[in-house]
């Protein structure tokens, strides 16, 4: 449901999660290059993986001292970056590690900050980011680091305008039984953002109308497979042929379980439309992969409605996402993520006569991001 709730957005792991689990606070957003029109699509994140387990500096799984000691990873990961532009070029992915203990966090409404001596304040609030990060080609060949050589620089102002409330399925008792592999709690599927990026040395301006931003959480004991997210804020109507300013549709892919044992993929699906919302909690949905996209193809519904989905990513606009999981281990099947998501969507409201088609929209600018089983 369309609910914000900056509590669940706060809330840090606890008991055995703290020692084997991780937190992210995603955001992405496109921004402008006033001098030549050139429109980017930039990605920050907050990342934190066994905050239990934090030591005097950054523990890297992937690092061979740690490994061979059998040391599990637990740090704060700042991730920034771009995704590749429409002809693939351009993409970057850059990470700056901190020990638990360099963080300072506050409770509800949550913020998070942590000071570099060498580059300055990395902030996190509901409201704003900002931060400086910079790596050096040297850096970047270490592979513990997972990451590449370049420099970015945000700030900017956050407005969240649509929520995506999971309820009872990511509530504090179901993390308690685990019944979720990774929980979600999206605060912010349709923001909209405001500021300035500097990305190698250019600039880009980043306003609300353009900037088609989105912010979420994931938390808990690993990511599952398949990993599965479509999230889309530019919706051009069908009906009147205009873009809809307040109007989203988010999808996340849940793994549910029963006492431990992992149960079938559940797909959570929430469209907002013209002021009124529609929260699907069971969807059928085929994924496809060829040899140059992603494709999707789902299909929700309920008592009143119905809604048909069909999106894709071209691989050469998507990064391949690295992370470790609690464990200090690398998935060997990438997660591949992309702004430049595309499709359409279909709306039907169920009658006595059977379906009515309310509007059919074109999807684009869309955060698509999937890992296969």
Known sequence: MNLSDLTRNSHMLRGSL?????????????????????ARTFFVEFFIVNPGLGAARPILGQHPYFRKRGMRPSYVMIKAGAFPDAEGNGGRQLHAFYPISALQATGSPLVMQIEDPLTGLFLYSEDRIVGNLEVTPGEARHRSRMTQAGAMEWDVKVQKAVSCHTGGLCNRLAETFRRLDSFWHGEGIRSFFQGTVTLDGASYEVAPETGYGYADKHWGRSTGRPWFQFACGKLLSGRSDRELRHSVVALNCLHPRLLLFPLRPRLMLQLTYMGEDFQFSRCKWETKETGKRFVWHVLAQNQNVVVKLSGSCAKREMLQLQYEDPDGYKDSRPLWAGGGGVGTLQLFRKGAGGRECVDTLKLSDALCVYRGM
């Open 18 to 38: 703290a020692k084997r689990g991780y937190m992210r606070w995603w955001h992405s957003f496109s921004g402008v290059q006033p001098e030549t029109g050139e």
